[in-house]
Structure formats: structure tokens, C-alpha cells
T-cell receptor, first 113, second 112 residues
């Protein structure tokens, strides 16, 4: 499982509230990613990080922010949750500097009512 | 940016038959092509990958082929078993890029 955990694993929240999801890794990998998965859309990149305090936007970044103050933690924040952000969120890590392969965490199911 | 299209979106086969899933990509500079399997309620897991300096790669019952000229690659599963039932995703990436671009997935059902 490449030492990746996500918390919480399930969350129900209300529209307009802020939500923070956490991804934690134990092996000091440089690259970390946040994806959302929705039926018919596969896996879409939200944000990624290539080091502490170094982040960049992905394909569907609107409404999301991220932070990485420590190598092992990558946080995804929904600043004001909307029903369209109901999804399954996966964190991933990239192993090594020359290796493109990504390994996924167990996922977080988020329901925004 | 890269765009990956995956077909078919659903595929049903009889147990023991072969299954083929195809993907096309848009960026001719892409050179890394992984395939992921996702069982219901689980995380995507890497099952095989191929780089552009290789035309075919096999691992037991699964194989991936790459046609760089046509910009497409395919996943082949032989002697399918019920446990092969899952959603399969292809992806493409430049080795210098930081991102993978995923196809939209194929739901494979193996009928007993």
C-alpha cells in the first residue's frame, strides 16, 4: 500500500462548510497528488505537490486549495463545499524522482448535502 | 495538454475468453503508459505499465501493446476469470512531466 493513509475515510457535510481532507505518507516521497473520481470521468487531478510548500494546479482545481507544510502530509481543503464536490477523493504518491508510477491511497468518500 | 480516450466503457466476456481494452493519446511525446485495476470500493492499483522504447510487455495473463505511430495502446487479458471483473484505467505521461492523464475507465465483467 506504499504507506499512504487518508483521513477521514468517510465524511458527510453541508453546503457552504469548509472541509479538509488529509493524506499522510510514511516514506518521504517528494510528489503527492489529489484526484477526484466521479462516474464517467475517471480520475481527474485537482492539485499536486512536488515538495514542501511547492504545489501546482491540476485539471479541476476550482473550489479547492492545498497545503504541504511537511513532507509526509498533503492537505486538501474545500473552502466552501458544494454539492458538485460530492465525490470520492484519492491521494497518490509518486515513487522516486525518475519514476512516473503513482500509487493511490484508500480514498475518502465525501457527501455534501 | 495530454488527452487520453479509452474504449469501450463497458465490456462483458465469458469466463475463459480474452478481453481487450484500447486507449489513444494525443501527445506524441508521451512515453509512459500504466494500467490500473480498480475493484468495487477499492483504490486503483497498478497492474502493468509500458514505456515507449518497448512495443509489448507481458505479465502472466495480462499484456500491454503500444503503437507509437498510431498513438494507441491496449490491454489484453487472456483466460479471463471472475476475479478480473473490475474497472480498468489507462493513463499516459511524459517522463519529464509531473502528471498522469487518465482515460475514463472500462467496466469489465467476466460472466461465469
Amino acid at each position: 500500500d506504499a504507506g499512504i493513509t487518508q483521513s477521514p475515510r468517510h465524511k458527510v457535510t453541508e453546503t457552504g462548510t469548509p472541509v479538509t481532507l488529509r493524506c499522510h505518507q510514511t516514506e518521504n516521497h517528494r510528489y503527492m497528488y489529489w484526484y477526484r473520481q466521479d462516474p464517467g470521468h475517471g480520475l481527474r487531478l485537482i492539485h499536486y505537490s512536488y515538495g514542501v510548500k511547492d504545489t501546482d494546479k491540476g485539471e479541476v482545481s476550482d473550489g479547492y486549495s492545498v497545503s504541504r507544510s511537511k513532507t509526509e502530509d498533503f492537505l486538501l481543503t474545500l473552502e466552501s463545499a458544494t454539492s458538485s464536490q460530492t465525490s470520492v477523493y484519492f491521494c497518490a504518491i509518486r515513487i522516486g524522482t525518475g519514476e512516473e508510477t503513482q500509487y493511490f491511497g484508500p480514498g475518502t468518500r465525501l457527501l455534501v448535502l | 495538454g495530454e488527452n487520453v480516450e479509452q474504449h469501450p466503457s463497458t465490456l462483458s466476456v465469458q469466463e475463459g475468453d480474452s478481453a481487450v481494452i484500447k486507449c489513444t493519446y494525443s501527445d506524441s511525446a508521451s512515453n509512459y503508459f500504466p494500467w490500473y485495476k480498480q475493484e468495487l470500493g477499492k483504490r486503483p492499483q497498478l497492474i502493468i505499465d509500458i514505456r515507449s522504447n518497448v512495443g509489448e510487455k507481458k505479465d502472466q495473463r495480462i499484456a500491454v501493446t503500444l503503437n507509437k505511430t498510431a498513438k494507441h495502446f491496449s490491454l489484453h487479458i487472456t483466460e479471463t476469470q471472475p476475479e478480473d471483473s473490475a474497472v480498468y484505467f489507462c493513463a499516459a505521461s511524459l517522463s519529464s512531466a509531473r502528471q498522469l492523464t487518465f482515460g475514463s475507465g472500462t467496466q469489465l465483467t467476466v460472466l461465469p
